[in-house]
């Protein structure tokens, strides 16, 4: 099975710096986990960096339970608007 490492390691980097920030802008891990169908301890260890070797199966399914283009999630730096982060409202400014 091919591995997210097979398009680059760099893109990889990219993937897992990706859905850090996605996490941190407050998904629910345990949420996307189930919707894409993998265990919550298997996807923190995607975003610890202790799963070295993450199938682009996985990956496609987790872009698609946060409904983020798997081009997106392995593009460096894209825009917050593009990984769904968007400012809450008591964070926005008028």
């Given amino acids: ?10 893109r990889a980097v990219n993937f897992r710096e990706n859905l850090r ?4 802008a407050g998904a629910c891990q345990a949420a996307v986990a189930k919707d894409a169908g993998i265990h919550a301890v298997h996807l923190a260890k995607i975003l610890n960096g202790k799963a070295p070797n993450v199938t682009l199966e996985t990956a496609e399914s987790l872009a698609i339970a946060l409904e983020i283009p798997l081009e997106t999630l392995l593009t460096k730096s894209p825009a917050d608007a593009d990984l769904r982060i ?3 409202k008591s964070e926005s400014v008028a």
């Fill in 1 to 10: 099975m091919a591995s997210i490492k097979d398009v680059g390691l760099s």
């Fill in 21 to 24: 920030r996605v996490f941190a």
């Fill in 86 to 88: 968007f400012p809450r």
